[in-house]
């Protein structure tokens, strides 16, 4: 095994040990580390001033509604993710991101989409994380499922067809959250019983922020159905080695139990942070992130990230801007650092064993019926 895929594994160790007095008493999140766990991002605990804090409670006080795509009469293509070949495609559904974006992707989901069926999701994606592991690590409660065998990595289990992982409804796919095998009466997070339909796409760029030269917009519409305890979602973007950075989570959310009644079973609470980058909002409990303190992650909601050639970032739910600051695309996120590729991933998870608040154990496997996260769209932007 390579040293990347060793040290993400470290420093998941070394951040559980830095900041159990923090988990002890509160939701504090998790770094899934590139190269072991491909399933969300720590989040360090840092603080800000009283008058940051307050600044960004205040631009947050009010709920985000949902967004509601604009109509798209026009035609719709995949893209080649080449600035100079656009995608065919609507605009980014955020006016305050500004204009002059060239759409290079468009993974428009669903059976008239431009990601349709079976043979365009082999086309387009990994069913593998980047560092090419499909359990992430072993210290997650889940194990990616391939959907056929060819893609299959050695021990990778191979979906049923008559129970897949993924499906396709008319405008979406669906990304399930299912016990591996259908006869067992209860699943834990240490037996890793639970499959799930990762996928991350197999268009990447070379670098980000300053060493790509160009700003870059990433733009998801998603939601979850029947959230269980100790559900793992996550759309984040991580690079090709990683220690503590670069990372970028567009938002994570987990149904944690932290006691005394205080849980995320209903998906009502996320966070946005980056890992190896300075934060405008920092704050130990989520309430912080959502705007109006409570989000309903089971509705359609609009997940945009504008990651800037001078290494600024803005993230807006629904519109509303959640999180914005500096991260440098290199190992570590230090401007000095190696430059990295980014890939980006749409992750479907469930528990964690070195986090107690997610660590289920001997769920009923019942509770997983019509649990699944579906995915409308999500489309990269690129801007001179």
Do not use: C
């Not at 990994?126 to 056929?148: C, E, I, M």
């Not at 129970?163 to 399930?176: G, L």
């Not at 479907?348 to 509770?367: E, F, I, L, R, T």
């Amino acid at each position: 095994m390579s040293d990347s895929q060793h040290q993400p594994d470290l420093a998941l160790e070394d951040r559980v040990r830095e900041d159990e007095e923090e988990r002890s008493r509160t939701p504090v999140s998790w770094l899934f580390g590139a190269a072991a766990v491909v399933l969300g991002g720590f989040v360090s605990a840092y603080y800000t001033s009283p008058s940051a804090t307050g600044v960004a409670f205040a631009q947050m006080s009010e709920k985000a509604s949902p967004l509601v795509p604009a109509p798209w009469s026009g035609p719709q293509s995949v893209g080649r993710g080449n600035i100079a070949e656009p995608a065919d495609g609507p605009p980014p559904s955020v006016a305050a991101a500004g204009h002059g974006f060239v759409l290079v992707k468009n993974w428009d989901f669903g059976t008239t989409g431009t990601v349709a069926n079976l043979s365009d999701l082999l086309r387009e994606f990994h069913f593998r994380d980047n560092f090419n592991t499909y359990d992430q690590g072993g210290l997650y409660g889940v194990k990616s499922v391939a959907p056929v065998k060819s893609v299959a990595l050695p021990g990778q289990p191979v979906e049923d067809p008559r129970r897949p992982f993924r499906d396709f409804t008319a405008q979406s796919m669906r990304s399930w959250l299912r016990p591996l095998n259908p006869d067992v009466a209860t699943v834990s997070v240490e037996r890793r019983e639970v499959g799930s339909g990762f996928v991350m796409p197999k268009f990447t760029l070379p670098a980000g922020g300053a060493f790509l030269g160009r700003d870059i917009l990433w733009e998801t519409r998603v939601r979850l159905n029947n959230p269980v305890p100790g559900y793992w979602f996550a759309i984040w973007t991580v690079g090709n080695k990683w220690d503590k950075g670069a990372e970028m989570d567009v938002v994570e959310s987990f149904g944690f139990d932290n006691g005394g009644g205080y849980t995320n079973f209903d998906a009502r609470l996320f966070h946005v942070n980056s890992v190896g980058g300075k934060d405008r909002v920092t704050a130990p409990h989520w309430e912080a992130y959502v705007p109006g303190k409570r989000a309903d992650l089971t509705q359609w909601n609009t997940f945009t990230w504008l990651y800037r050639k001078d290494d600024t970032y803005t993230v807006w739910f629904n519109g509303v801007e959640v999180q914005s600051g500096t991260i440098h695309w290199t190992l570590k996120g230090r401007p000095e650092g190696q430059p990295l590729n980014m890939s980006f991933i749409f992750d479907p998870a469930w528990g964690h064993k070195k986090v107690a608040s997610v660590n289920v154990k001997d769920m009923p496997a019942s509770k997983f019926k019509d649990t699944y996260y579906e995915w409308d769209y999500s489309r990269i932007y690129l801007r001179p």
